[in-house]
């Protein structure tokens, strides 16, 4: 009989080690995803009529950096927006940047970029459409962004607001408190 309690103590501690490892590791999957649709950008060779200075940002983790630029579409080139982006930060300098249209639409999505990119935007339609600089899948470390836009005339990127994904400091809460419950249950069952 005390052969079974003893093999159940170690299944109980084996299923609490089971269920923190699986909370972390979705964590982590969740935290880390590179988005599928990821797709390289042409960049059209046109000089800008006027570069304007750097707007330097700190993205805070598990958050993003929106940024709006006003665009027209019946333009051609003259009408789209160029710029450059500086990240500097964690471990690794990276970011995730895409552009979406006023309608919520996609419109560019360069995926996770690391220290440095040159991006162009094409409009779809004349509007207000904005530059997301997203630092969401960084659960400690903020990033030093730098923007450079490259205006095809007059168009200025301006800060927009700051967003914070809420879902993602949820899981981080939860699995913290997981671990330190896993921690606590143990120790106390250990002194036995």
């Given at each position: 009989?005390?052969?079974?309690?003893?093999?159940?103590?170690k299944i109980n501690k084996a299923l609490a080690l089971l269920l923190t490892l699986i909370i972390a590791i979705s964590c982590l999957t969740l935290l880390t995803v590179n988005p599928a649709n990821a797709q390289p950008t042409p960049f059209p060779l046109i000089t800008p009529s006027t570069i304007?200075?750097?707007?330097n940002y700190t993205v805070p983790p598990l958050s993003s950096l929106h940024l709006n630029v006003s665009l027209n579409y019946g333009l051609g080139p003259m009408g789209?927006?160029?710029?450059l982006i500086y990240i500097k930060g964690g471990s690794g300098n990276d970011i995730n940047l895409r552009v979406i249209d006023s309608q919520g639409k996609t419109v560019l999505d360069l995926g996770r970029i690391s220290?440095?990119?040159?991006?162009y935007i094409t409009p779809t339609e004349t509007g207000n459409y904005t530059i997301?600089?997203?630092n969401?899948?960084?659960v400690f470390s903020s990033k030093e962004v730098a923007v450079f836009s490259a205006t095809y005339p007059d168009n200025i990127f301006e800060f927009a607001r700051f967003s914070i994904n809420v879902w993602a400091i949820i899981?981080?809460?939860i699995s913290v408190a997981a671990l330190l419950t896993l921690v606590v249950w143990l120790s106390r069952h250990r002194k036995r």
């Open positions: 009989m005390m052969y079974v309690i003893l093999n159940m103590d304007a200075p750097p707007k789209g927006c160029g710029g220290n440095e990119k040159q991006f997301i600089v997203d969401e899948f960084s899981l981080v809460v």
